[in-house]
């Protein structure tokens, strides 16, 4: 996702004070609407029934169809405040900002402090270099809520508009100095000052703001961008080098490179108020997104869009927004909005294909990463990519070749690449190629050594076979000590005991895990075998009998149905997957 590009979470968060379903006004959304009320050859053209298809379509995140009932419901009952204002989100949802605009002139008309309709009719005086008439709209919004963060940022880019430099950084001191605040807005007055010209100032807060948040990309590519246009090319490499290095498979940096190869010039991050204004809505919609608002996230995101409708990075945040909606022909869109040339469109074509393969489009998906692992030798991220949707869909040789395959570009291991091992060595095990997974599971511990989900796997492993039971026992008593509610590595340890004949100790873990991990047949399968060893059959016939209805794997299914018939005495225990 997009990574925020400041510390603002914390400010939102602190500013919301709502729950995470609150809509981009900070009212809570109401309940799941009602089922649609259907007449006989289609939709109920009634007011209701139009309200009720449109309260549907947005509980599905079908922006359009939301917009168009919602608009036919409003149709019928104009006077309708509530509704106008769901009309007014469907709309700016849908990018119909026209019609969006026109509401919201009559939403304000009837109700001067309307939070979103205020701000939009603000950022139209933007758009029409009209700052004097944004700043006397910005006056009549409240301040509660998420503006308590916004409205000061985009009142110092209206007040830079107006050509008063020193009124705009005024502006940004009303935002406060605490967490978040402090490094968005060091990072926007940085930006104001280097867009008018004064460095030195805007160079020290460049530098605040990269302080406070050192692996912001956005950050990075602005002070990079000043240190290039002030002719100090070894600060910006070393800023540059810096970055990659903490995030070395990002490729965020590959434009830059290639200007600089080039000789080119940076430009500035935000050529003008109204990017800076949008810059600003951007950051909100991260920051939201992080907060598990992602309603409310859109709304902004759009209104960012209104601005600036070719940014890159706003388009890949739509994207990712409608992704963990589930919202996935949106999300394609958006990331397709991205320029081929962009620095964002790999990792656009990489969420593409992900997401084809979530729509079972499979063929879609692998065509696209082969191509993309054929354009780009150098890199491996495709590949990776490429395995992890085959192991996925559980075709394990295709998921080996993928990684190995990902592994011969990567060379030398770095610490990073522990999960490459993992992955691999997963698909190996299922494979029944014990001794090469072993291996890949014994490097990912060297490259990351305690990490909870190599402990657990390479444990369980070797309690499944009977070996090394004292290390085995010790490596799963350590994941579970990172990931004490993980119900998967908790019914490893319980089944640790189990082999080790600590049948006690053993119940007493895999009942723990079944509280964790209800559903899972697998971990009630052993809680039954821990009951039977202990004395308590009825309560381990239950068990199985619930592992039954959850519908376990074949191999699974006929050992329980032998316990269920003769009880564990004839019946090997299967394990699961741990």
């Known amino acids: 996702m997009i990574v925020v590009s400041l510390g603002l979470v914390a400010a939102v968060s ?18 799941a609407a009602p089922p649609i009320v259907v007449a006989e050859g289609g939709i109920d053209p009634s007011a209701f029934g139009s309200y009720l298809a449109g309260r549907l379509a947005r509980s599905e995140r079908d922006t359009a169809s939301a917009a168009t009932f919602l608009l036919d419901a409003l149709g019928d009952d104009p006077e309708n405040q509530d509704l106008r204002i769901q009309v007014f989100n469907a709309l700016v949802l849908d990018e119909r900002f026209d019609d969006a605009l026109t509401l919201a002139d009559e939403l304000v008309e009837e109700e001067a ?109 602005a002070l990079g961008g000043y240190y290039e246009r002030t002719g100090r090319l070894d600060e910006a490499n070393a800023l540059y080098e810096d970055f990659r290095v903490r995030d070395p498979d990002s490729p965020w940096l590959e434009a830059i490179r290639a200007r600089l190869a080039q000789g080119t010039d940076a430009g500035l991050l935000v050529a003008d108020p109204a990017a800076g204004i949008s810059e600003v809505l951007f950051g909100v919609a991260s920051a939201l997104q992080q907060e598990d608002a992602p309603d409310a996230a859109l709304v902004y995101a759009h209104l960012a869009t209104f601005l600036t409708p070719t940014s890159d990075a706003t388009a890949l945040l739509i994207g990712d927004i409608n992704e963990t909606l589930s919202r996935f022909e949106e999300a394609i869109e958006a990331y397709r909005r991205i320029s081929p040339t962009s620095p964002l469109a790999w990792t656009a074509r990489i969420r593409i294909a992900v997401i084809h393969d979530v729509l079972d489009r499979t063929d879609e998906a692998t065509r696209e990463l082969d191509t993309m692992a054929a354009e780009r030798p150098d890199r491996a991220d495709a590949l990776v990519t490429l395995g992890d949707l085959w192991r996925g869909r559980q075709r394990w040789p295709e998921a080996i070749g993928a990684y190995d395959r990902a592994l011969e570009r990567i060379g030398t291991p770095e610490q990073r690449h522990w999960r490459l091992f993992y992955a691999r060595g997963v698909a190996l095990e299922r494979t029944q190629q014990w001794p090469k997974a072993e291996a890949d599971f014994l490097k990912a511990l060297e490259l990351e050594p305690e990490h909870p989900f190599v402990l657990n796997y390479l444990g369980y492993s070797w309690v499944d076979q009977g070996v090394n039971l004292d290390e085995a026992l010790d490596m799963i008593e350590r994941a579970v000590d990172q990931r004490p509610n993980d119900g ?11 082999r080790l004949d600590k049948f006690d100790l053993a119940v007493k873990h895999l009942e723990r895990a079944v509280e964790l991990e209800p559903d899972d047949p697998t971990i009630n399968d052993h809680l039954g075998d821990a009951l039977w060893q202990v004395g308590r059959h009825a309560e381990a016939y239950f068990q199985w009998r619930r592992a039954m209805a959850l519908k376990p794997e074949d191999a699974l299914a006929q050992a329980i149905r032998a316990k269920l018939e003769h009880g564990l005495a004839v019946a090997p225990a299967i394990n699961g997957d741990g």
Request: charged share 20%.
């Open 14 to 31: 602190a500013c919301a004070g709502g729950p995470s379903t609150a809509n981009a006004d900070g009212a809570t959304e109401a309940a």
């Open 113 to 221: 402090t309307a939070a979103l309709p205020g701000l939009a009719l603000a950022l139209r005086h933007v758009r029409d270099k009209d700052f004097d008439a944004a700043a006397e709209r910005i006056t009549t919004l409240s301040r509660s809520g998420y503006n308590a963060v916004l409205l000061p940022l985009i009142e110092a880019w209206v007040t830079v508009g107006r050509g008063d430099v020193e009124g705009a950084i005024e502006v940004l001191g009303t935002l406060g100095s605490e967490g978040g605040f402090q490094a968005f807005r060091s990072f926007h007055e940085a930006l104001i000052l280097d867009l008018l010209g004064d460095k030195t100032k805007a160079e020290a807060s460049y530098r605040v703001a990269l302080e406070a948040q050192p692996n912001a990309f956005r950050v990075v590519e």
């Open 488 to 498: 998967f590595i908790v019914d490893s340890l319980g089944w640790a005991y189990f």
